[in-house]
Structure formats: structure tokens, C-alpha cells
């Protein structure tokens, strides 16, 4: 049987997981905090009272880890402190590196930076920089959104009279550019569209019967494969599907392979369509590094302009969630004409 490659459609539903955009906290942030400042001078009792900022930042996957660089401001309500009394707050603003270690929703951090520290009110004379450091962790509720609990400590000094300052806060943070909803658990497989035979009749100059030969056109399908939510990068369960498709290139080395991202709706226009690009590319670097020709194969996203369900739903967005692998295989066989 004679085998010719044109191209055809292998559908594979490559999305879903537990843990997140190309990390779930990547990106860029801004937010707003609350909590309790404890705060002395040097030869004045400790006295606490209410702190508020506002602090903005940015966030990188380093793979397994986060790196992050926010700046801040935190202005600390008066209090009086004994013996004198007297009656101070202060204020600081700075700039911090930040080390998180991602689990899922969840993000222990350190951070380490510099801040400059003011008193005001009687303390007014007292300030100077120095080092701040915090420890804090963080929780992503929503899509767009987390809680951040977190407690900082920095001080300025003048002469010999130091201020010190001690913030505990509760604060919640906007990310730009994510997802507006959570995104399914699991992906649903898209449905195939099976092409129709094409016969091509060639008749035969045998007496009693004769054989024509057609030419039908064979989908396969692999599913299975998945992505972390919002990510790029393939879970271990996609090798065993993948490599169903090394077989067949292996088995038909004139074949090309086109890779094609998609996502559903939701987020805006221009984050899907880097996300559907990148789980292309990302699939695309699969295929390479299991033996499939680079030139072989070309890789493109379409955001979320094709789906194949309704995105009102949640098995409909999940199975807008994919990546395609197409080709076509033609197969010549004979049949026997009566």
C-alpha cells in the first residue's frame, strides 16, 4: 500500500493543573496594606500604633522560585511615649528584592532592601537610613488578586537618638494582566472533525471484477497532555501522548508538523495571545528534544479567537484550553468493484 503525508487534523486537549501565570504570581502588582507600627526613640518606652501604605512591584519565574523588586511607603499614626511624654510617628519609603518560594496558591517570601526612615511630630529632628527586612507570605484568592500578611523592621538615627520601627500588616495586591476567572481543573477534549472519504475511481480491465483505488484520509487523535495553570510549561503526563506523535513522524519523515495554542476567554486579548503562544512554543521544544526535525515544524498562537465549545461554560472553557498538532495521512488501498 502505497502511503502518501499531506496534512490532517490530531487534536489534543493540553491544559489544567493546580498550580499557576507561567506562575500564578508573576507579573506586575500593586497594593495597599494596614496593620500595627511599634515604634521607640532611644531612652522613650515602646508605644504602638495604626500604620497604613501603599507598595508596587514586579515579579519573576526563575523556575522553582520567585525574584521580585517593589517599592513602598508606610506612614505610622502618632503615639506619646514616656518619660517626657512625647507625641511621634514616623514615615518610610524604600525599595526591596524579594525571594518567594512558590507552593501553589501560596508564597512564603524574604525580603531585603534599603529604606529611609522620618519622625515627625516632636521626632521630627530624628531620621536616617538603613536596612529593611521583612518576612511575609501571601495567598492568591483570585485570579487578579491576593492577601498579603507581612511584618518589616527598619530604623533612622541622628546623632544618638535612634528610631526604631516595627510594622505588622495585612494587605491586599492587584496583578496586571491575569486571568479575570480561575481556570478548570481539567481539560475536556475538544470534538474532532472527521473528514469524509474522497474516492478516486481507476478502473481496472479485469473481466469479471475489477478494483479502483480511493484515497481516505485518516485523523488521529492523542489526548492526555497537560500544562500548570496558566503556565507554559508541560507536566510529566504529557510525554507518553506526545511521543505518539515522534512515532509517527519517525514512521512518515516527509510529514510537517503545525503546532497551533489556544485558550478560552477570559483575561484580556493580549495575555492570551502570549500564552497560547508559548504552550505552542513550549510543545514545539518538546518534539525537538525527542528527535523531530525543528524545520519540520512550525509553531503560532491563536489566543482565544477559535474556540471549539461554549466559553459560558466550564467544560466549554476547558476545552477551548488546548494545543493542536496537525497533519493528514492519506492511505491508497484497493477495493473490489462487483
Do not use: C
Not at 207 to 234: C, H, M, Q, Y
Not at 271 to 299: C, F, M, P, T
Amino acid at each position: 500500500m502505497k502511503k502518501t503525508v499531506i496534512s490532517t487534523a490530531l487534536l489534543g486537549a493540553l491544559l489544567s493543573m493546580t498550580a499557576a501565570q507561567a506562575s500564578e504570581f508573576e507579573g506586575s502588582w500593586v497594593g495597599a496594606k494596614l496593620g500595627a507600627n511599634s515604634s521607640n526613640i532611644t531612652g522613650l518606652d515602646t508605644k504602638n500604633a495604626t500604620t497604613y501604605g501603599i507598595e508596587g512591584g514586579h515579579n519573576w519565574d526563575m523556575g522553582g522560585f520567585l525574584l521580585g523588586a517593589d517599592v513602598f511607603a508606610d506612614f505610622n499614626n502618632k503615639a506619646t511615649h514616656n518619660p517626657g511624654p512625647v507625641s511621634y510617628g514616623s514615615d518610610a519609603y524604600g525599595l526591596d528584592a524579594k525571594l518567594g518560594l512558590e507552593a501553589g496558591k501560596w508564597l512564603p517570601y524574604a525580603k531585603l532592601g534599603y529604606a529611609r526612615t522620618n519622625g515627625n511630630s516632636q521626632a521630627g529632628a530624628i531620621g536616617g537610613s538603613d536596612v529593611h527586612l521583612g518576612l511575609g507570605v501571601e495567598y492568591k484568592f483570585a485570579p487578579s488578586w491576593s492577601l498579603a500578611g507581612e511584618y518589616t523592621t527598619a530604623a533612622g538615627k541622628t546623632g544618638v537618638n535612634k528610631l526604631n520601627n516595627n510594622n505588622l500588616t495585612l494587605g491586599v495586591n492587584y496583578y496586571f494582566g491575569a486571568p479575570s476567572a480561575a481556570p478548570a481543573a481539567v481539560a475536556a477534549a475538544p470534538a474532532v472533525v472527521k473528514a469524509e472519504p474522497k474516492p478516486v475511481a481507476k478502473a481496472a480491465p479485469a473481466p469479471k471484477e475489477a478494483w479502483k483505488i480511493i484515497k481516505e484520509e485518516k485523523p488521529v487523535r492523542i489526548e492526555g497532555a497537560s500544562f500548570d495553570t496558566n503556565s507554559a510549561k508541560l507536566k510529566p503526563t504529557a510525554d507518553a501522548k506526545l511521543q505518539q506523535v515522534v512515532e509517527f513522524a519517525a514512521k512518515y519523515p516527509e510529514a510537517n508538523l503545525e503546532v497551533t495554542g489556544h485558550t478560552d476567554d477570559r483575561g484580556n486579548d493580549r495575555y492570551n495571545q502570549k500564552l497560547s503562544e508559548k504552550r505552542a512554543a513550549a510543545v514545539k521544544s518538546n518534539l525537538v528534544k525527542k528527535g523531530i526535525a525543528a524545520d519540520r515544524i512550525s509553531a503560532k498562537g491563536l489566543g482565544e479567537t477559535m474556540p471549539v465549545a461554549d466559553n459560558k461554560t466550564q467544560a466549554g472553557r476547558a476545552a477551548n484550553r488546548r494545543v493542536e498538532v496537525q497533519y493528514t495521512v492519506r492511505e491508497e488501498k484497493k477495493v473490489r468493484v462487483e
